[in-house]
């Protein structure tokens, strides 16, 4: 599925303030190296649905077998099998006796020390492959797993690596079986043990997806496979929100546009939100939080969100928000299936102008019958004309006002808000009442 860098920050999928990104959320893997490979997973969503489900029956079996996985493979061992690569240190003497090995034991003290804490990592780095393959490296295994796994038996099925199979840890081998050992390792296993551990860092981007699916009771998303566009959702909810209100959702090529309308702060930005986070999460194999999801392959997924201006190059805010319209009728105008979000359509013009600019986008958009659409506006006049057109769907977020005090409960409803709440929110953080101080 195509996407662009605005997509991916207008959907919290990664944002500056790292902490606050879904990325950041999701993000239970045990080595720098599989926050990598998991950084790349979300910056390369998947474009066919047999790879997605490939992804999804791999996380499961992760998911069943998870009490077998082995603990014993941490970032710090990767680092020091790493640093004892990059280390200066004494030549490993090639046939260690009893009377080499003590000798290098005690004339090589440091290098020892190294060479021993190294190779014990080393160790149980490769015991902990050895538990992933004999476990996870089945006939029915998922075919990526499948290929990763059996890549990784060949890098160390080594007849010199034996004795890690024969032995419990690292202190039942003798001086002479470490260093033979620590000897083969540095000088004939380099290559092979860093294809090993990028093998492992792809493995641990699958485990921590996994971690996240339990940990936060995520569902996996059932792919229709259609020509057509299609999204039905159950009980959706936004992934970074504490304590969030669900929704149900359904779009089809038959029913493809949601034009939604509420007062601001209604939730219209997180719903967005939280559906293109959902249709992101689904796209890369992962787990969506939602009782129930089922959608066709999008072909991309394209945001208008949070549009900014540029002084440096003298553009302003509503020159920005035309470009990233232009370029989004230009991208999707090609039969494909796109999912299109757009909150706040021309909020950088004046509201007459804004509202002729944005019919007229509408008008055009609902042409394509090949993507969905979810549009917000606070421009809720412009819903009568477009309820001639059958594919339009229109919801809205409900405000109820008590004593001046705004209660919002976040549920989507049918139809169209004609809530306008600026001046009482002025009035209610008192800043009417400050400038009638002045």
């Given at each position: 599925?195509?996407?662009?860098?605005?997509?991916?920050?207008?959907?919290?999928?990664?944002?500056?303030?790292?902490?606050?990104?879904?990325?950041?959320?999701?993000?239970?893997?045990?080595?720098?190296?599989?926050?990598?490979?998991?950084?790349?997973?979300?910056?390369?969503?998947?474009?066919?649905?047999?790879?997605?489900?490939?992804?999804?029956?791999?996380?499961?079996?992760?998911?069943?077998?998870?009490?077998?996985?082995?603990?014993?493979?941490?970032?710090?061992?990767?680092?020091?099998?790493?640093?004892?690569?990059?280390?200066?240190?004494?030549?490993?003497?090639?046939?260690?006796?009893?009377?080499?090995?003590?000798?290098?034991?005690?004339?090589?003290?440091?290098?020892?020390?190294?060479?021993?804490?190294?190779?014990?990592?080393?160790?149980?780095?490769?015991?902990?492959?050895?538990?992933?393959?004999?476990?996870?490296?089945?006939?029915?295994?998922?075919?990526?797993?499948?290929k990763i796994l059996s890549k990784a038996k060949i890098l160390i099925e080594k007849h010199q690596l034996y004795i890690v199979a024969a032995k419990e840890k690292t202190d039942d081998l003798s001086?002479?079986?470490?260093?033979?050992?620590?000897?083969?390792?540095?000088?004939?296993?380099?290559?092979?043990?860093?294809?090993?551990?990028?093998?492992?860092?792809?493995?641990?981007?699958?485990?921590?997806?996994?971690?996240?699916?339990?940990?936060?009771?995520?569902?996996?998303?059932?792919?229709?496979?259609?020509?057509?566009?299609?999204?039905?959702?159950?009980?959706?909810?936004?992934?970074?929100?504490?304590?969030?209100?669900?929704?149900?959702?359904?779009?089809?090529?038959?029913?493809?546009?949601?034009?939604?309308?509420?007062?601001?702060?209604?939730?219209?930005?997180?719903?967005?939100?939280?559906?293109?986070?959902?249709?992101?999460?689904?796209?890369?194999?992962?787990?969506?939080?939602?009782?129930?999801?089922?959608?066709?392959?999008?072909?991309?997924?394209?945001?208008?969100?949070?549009?900014?201006?540029?002084?440096?190059?003298?553009?302003?805010?509503?020159?920005?928000?035309?470009?990233?319209?232009k370029n989004t009728i230009i991208r999707i105008n090609d039969g494909r299936k796109w999912l299109i979000l757009i909150d706040e359509l021309f909020k950088g013009t004046n509201v007459q102008d804004?509202m002729k600019c944005s019919t007229v986008v509408i008008e055009g958009l609902i042409k394509i019958k090949s993507s969905l659409f979810i549009l917000s506006t606070h421009l809720y006049e412009i819903?009568?004309?477009?309820?001639?057109?059958?594919?339009?769907?229109?919801?809205?977020?409900?405000?109820?006002?008590?004593?001046?005090?705004?209660?919002?409960?976040?549920?989507?409803?049918?139809?169209?808000?004609?809530?306008?709440?600026?001046?009482?929110?002025?009035?209610?953080?008192?800043?009417?009442?400050?400038?009638?101080?002045?």
């Amino acid at each position: 599925m195509e996407t662009d860098k605005t997509t991916l920050n207008d959907l919290a999928v990664f944002q500056h303030d790292e902490e606050f990104s879904i990325f950041h959320k999701l993000n239970f893997t045990r080595t720098v190296g599989g926050r990598e490979k998991l950084k790349h997973i979300f910056n390369s969503s998947l474009k066919d649905i047999v790879a997605i489900e490939n992804v999804q029956k791999t996380l499961q079996l992760i998911l069943e077998k998870k009490d077998e996985w082995p603990l014993t493979i941490s970032n710090g061992s990767v680092m020091m099998i790493q640093k004892f690569y990059e280390s200066s240190i004494d030549q490993i003497p090639a046939r260690t006796n009893s009377s080499s090995a003590f000798f290098y034991k005690i004339f090589h003290a440091p290098d020892f020390s190294l060479v021993k804490y190294s190779t014990g990592h080393a160790f149980d780095f490769i015991k902990g492959m050895h538990q992933i393959i004999s476990i996870f490296l089945t006939e029915d295994a998922p075919e990526n797993l499948k290929k990763i796994l059996s890549k990784a038996k060949i890098l160390i099925e080594k007849h010199q690596l034996y004795i890690v199979a024969a032995k419990e840890k690292t202190d039942d081998l003798s001086i002479t079986e470490l260093l033979g050992l620590a000897h083969y390792i540095r000088y004939h296993f380099k290559q092979n043990f860093i294809e090993v551990i990028e093998i492992y860092f792809q493995l641990d981007a699958w485990y921590g997806m996994a971690m996240a699916v339990k940990e936060y009771n995520l569902v996996f998303p059932k792919f229709i496979e259609s020509k057509k566009p299609e999204l039905k959702v159950n009980k959706l909810y936004h992934l970074l929100l504490n304590d969030p209100v669900a929704y149900d959702l359904e779009l089809n090529a038959y029913n493809n546009f949601v034009f939604l309308t509420g007062a601001n702060m209604a939730g219209k930005s997180t719903f967005i939100k939280a559906v293109g986070g959902a249709v992101f999460l689904a796209h890369i194999g992962m787990g969506v939080p939602a009782k129930s999801m089922e959608l066709s392959l999008f072909d991309g997924l394209l945001s208008n969100i949070n549009v900014v201006d540029n002084v440096a190059k003298g553009e302003s805010y509503f020159y920005n928000e035309v470009q990233r319209i232009k370029n989004t009728i230009i991208r999707i105008n090609d039969g494909r299936k796109w999912l299109i979000l757009i909150d706040e359509l021309f909020k950088g013009t004046n509201v007459q102008d804004a509202m002729k600019c944005s019919t007229v986008v509408i008008e055009g958009l609902i042409k394509i019958k090949s993507s969905l659409f979810i549009l917000s506006t606070h421009l809720y006049e412009i819903g009568e004309a477009l309820k001639n057109y059958s594919n339009i769907n229109f919801k809205y977020f409900e405000t109820n006002v008590a004593d001046e005090q705004l209660n919002f409960n976040y549920n989507l409803k049918d139809g169209i808000s004609n809530d306008r709440l600026g001046y009482l929110i002025l009035k209610r953080e008192k800043v009417i009442e400050l400038l009638e101080k002045l």
